[in-house]
């Protein structure tokens, strides 16, 4: 099968903006003498948090978590899934979630109520990409890598049917 591919954020802007987020990191963190985690969702966010944490220079931890939203049309509807909880504890350390791509912003809030139980001493959000025009749910962003289209893309992560997520660029297909 061929696909159609054309490149939306090359492997150069992607870079840069990485190294960009890891400077407004170290900035916004340096003062706070609590711990910091990255909690990384899979499996999305991988390619990106690697990138990511090589660019923070305080000490900190990688932790990971697997969620499924409930379709809306569902009893359970808005309600995520834990299918792989994290292996460590946030209580009372600096959290940092770490997104590829935000689109509806569902998953994302239910994921910060569930964190925010756990009483860490922050939570902030720092996602590659943003569809701004698909939001459902307002979440305060703070460390923003590209606004886009509302346009389905692959790449430095993303996937379409698990592929393409090893791609170094971010690309859209012709589906
Ligand atoms: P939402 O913000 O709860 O709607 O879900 C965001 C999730 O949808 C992301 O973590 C991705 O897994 C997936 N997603 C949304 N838009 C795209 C896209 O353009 N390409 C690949 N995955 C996407
Ligand atoms: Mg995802």
Redesign the pocket.
């Known amino acids: 099968m061929t696909v159609e591919m054309s490149v939306m954020i090359s492997t150069e802007e992607i870079q840069a903006k990485v190294k960009q987020l890891g400077e407004l990191i170290n900035a916004h963190y340096a003062q706070s003498e609590k711990e910091l985690v990255l909690i990384g969702?899979l499996r999305?966010?991988v390619i990106f948090m690697a990138d990511l944490c090589r660019c923070i220079a305080k000490p900190h931890e990688l932790d990971f978590m697997t969620v499924s939203s409930y379709g809306r049309s569902t009893v359970s509807s808005g309600e995520v899934k834990i299918l792989k909880d994290l292996d460590g504890e946030i209580r009372g350390k600096d959290v940092l979630v770490v997104?590829?791509?935000i689109d509806s912003g569902n998953t994302l809030s239910k994921v910060l109520e569930v964190l925010k139980t756990r009483g860490p001493n922050s939570i902030e959000l720092c996602t590659l990409v943003s569809k701004p025009s698909r939001r459902e749910i307002d979440l305060d962003v703070r460390f923003l890598g590209f606004e886009v289209e509302d346009r389905f893309i692959v790449g430095y992560g993303l996937d379409y049917d698990q592929k393409y997520r090893h791609l170094p660029f971010i690309g859209e297909i012709g589906l």
Do not use: N, T
Request: aromatic residues 0%; proline residues 0%.
């Open positions: 969702l999305g966010s997104e590829d791509i």
